[in-house]
């Protein structure tokens, strides 16, 4: 059980680091640091580009498997003896 909740708990500060880097590369109101990675770039009619769809899919993808850490762990502490 302990190297369960080793592999969670690294997993979940890895997950934490990279959920930060993928949130401040989304596009803001003001561009934020997406426009220094040539996100700025793109202009769009009432649409977001291919490259922000697919930002919005692995923050997501990452913020579910950040949660499921957190859940994990939590059972992992409430069921051990």
């Not at 561009?31 to 009619?45: E, I, Q, R, V, Y």
Request: aromatic share 8%; with cysteine.
């Amino acid at each position: 059980m302990e190297a369960v909740r080793i592999g969670l708990q690294v997993l979940l500060v890895l997950g934490g680091l990279f959920l930060t880097l993928l949130i401040l590369l989304h596009k803001g109101k003001g561009g934020g640091l997406s426009d220094m990675f040539g996100g700025g770039m793109s202009t769009s009619l009432g649409s977001s580009s291919v490259a922000e769809r697919n930002l919005d899919r692995f923050t997501v993808a990452v913020a579910i498997i950040w949660f499921a850490c957190i859940v994990g762990l939590g059972l992992l502490e409430r069921f051990s003896a």
